[in-house]
């Protein structure tokens, strides 16, 4: 009910200590997204690289199929000059 309760910068303060204790932890890691609280907890930060593995089933060649189709039928954005 009260938006100034933030149970989960308080759960990532709680383990940040708890890895602090530990030398053989060196970095804690908020994983992905660009939340401005992470960077305001955050000593660096590291770009984070994405990959998507499918099988080559006929389901999958089919979707992918589809999604290049809609690239090409979506309109493309006119600028004025």
């Given at each position: 009910?009260?938006?100034?309760?933030?149970?989960g910068m308080v759960a990532h303060y709680l383990a940040i200590q708890e890895c602090l204790k530990d030398p053989a932890i060196r970095e804690y890691d908020f994983l992905a997204g660009q939340q401005r609280y992470k960077?305001?907890?955050a000593t660096g930060e590291r770009p984070l690289d994405w990959v998507s593995l499918m099988r080559g089933t006929p389901t999958v060649?089919?979707?992918?199929?589809?999604r290049r189709l809609r690239g090409y039928?979506?309109?493309?954005?006119?600028?004025?000059?």
């Open positions: 009910e009260d938006n100034k309760l933030k149970p960077k305001s907890m060649r089919l979707f992918q199929l589809l039928l979506r309109p493309t954005p006119v600028t004025s000059p």
